[in-house]
């Protein structure tokens, strides 16, 4: 090993000095005689050199690298970059909305008969949203938002996802025989009808058979609470009738009269309401339902 760095030395000086002296020389002839002198150096120290390679070992210089890389896997087939960076990112399904319970809707208001006979006023139907992307979700929150919550009938009480309510309001006028007794002239009665309903509001992430599903749902629920408006107009035509009927009785007494009549028929429709609930399991044997 001191060898070889010793004429490792002795060929740079000699490379120095050839190079430095060779600046100098004017000479062509000394110039061919230097240059004759160096390249000898140079040959015989390159021979040393060679002489003892295999006391040196093997050894392989890999040139540099220009970027250093890291180790990849191929990937097939083959991927061609796009001509612009692509910015679209995937959209995120929105968190369905919690619905707010409702607070606006109220029983129907009286309203006091303008003309004989039976005047109907049906409102057109209150709703609360409710929002979802599965019929678990809807019916939650229709349990969660719905302004019905009822004692029920016959103790089954609970909330319920729609209702039809209802006041009847009355008049008479009457005619006095001269002897305290009257009889019924005329009669007016005012049925005034309300009801409420669920509304889904559709959102994004939605299937589409959902759709479908709650247009059945709600078209089964509003002919249900129809069978409700028809039993009320049915119980309110028996009133006015029942009042229509009333026989001569004391004029101090009339009112009463009318109003127990009244009072007894109503009491009927809402047994009759009931019984329509009980007998239908408040729309389930319809197959009311998500």
């Avoid at 409420?196 to 509003?222: A, R, Y």
């Amino acid at each position: 090993m001191w060898l070889v760095r010793i004429l490792a030395a002795f060929i740079r000086v000699a490379a120095f000095l050839f190079i430095n002296v060779f600046k100098y020389i004017k000479k062509a002839s000394l110039k061919q005689l230097v240059g004759s002198l160096g390249m000898t150096i140079i040959l015989l120290a390159s021979m040393v050199i060679n002489a003892h390679a295999d006391s040196l070992g093997s050894v392989t210089v890999a040139p540099p690298s220009a970027t250093a890389r890291p180790s990849v896997t191929a990937i097939s087939p083959a991927l061609k970059p796009s001509a612009s960076p692509s910015t679209e990112t995937a959209s995120a399904v929105p968190a369905v909305p919690n619905c707010q319970p409702d607070t606006s809707y109220s029983m129907p208001t009286d309203i006091t008969p303008t003309y004989a006979g039976l005047q109907v006023i049906i409102d057109t139907p209150s709703t609360y949203a409710v929002y979802g992307n599965t019929p678990a979700e809807i019916m939650s929150q229709m349990a969660n938002c719905t302004p019905v919550d009822s004692a029920g009938t016959n103790g089954a009480s609970g909330k319920y996802a729609a209702s039809t309510a209802n006041t009847i309001d009355w008049s008479v006028s009457y005619t006095d025989n001269g002897t305290g007794i009257c009889s019924i002239a005329s009669a007016s009665l005012t049925l005034h009808i309300n009801q409420v309903f669920p509304l889904w509001q559709p959102t994004s992430g939605m299937p589409s058979s959902l759709i479908s599903d709650w247009q059945t749902f709600t078209t089964k629920l509003h002919a249900y609470e129809q069978g409700h408006v028809s039993l009320d107009e049915a119980g309110a035509q028996t009133v006015l009738n029942n009042i229509e009927q009333v026989s001569p009785t004391a004029c101090d007494s009339i009112n009463s009269v009318v109003s127990s009549i009244v009072s007894a028929d109503n009491a009927n429709t809402l047994t009759a309401n009931a019984n329509y609930d009980i007998a239908n399991d408040f729309g389930n044997k319809e197959g009311i339902g998500l």
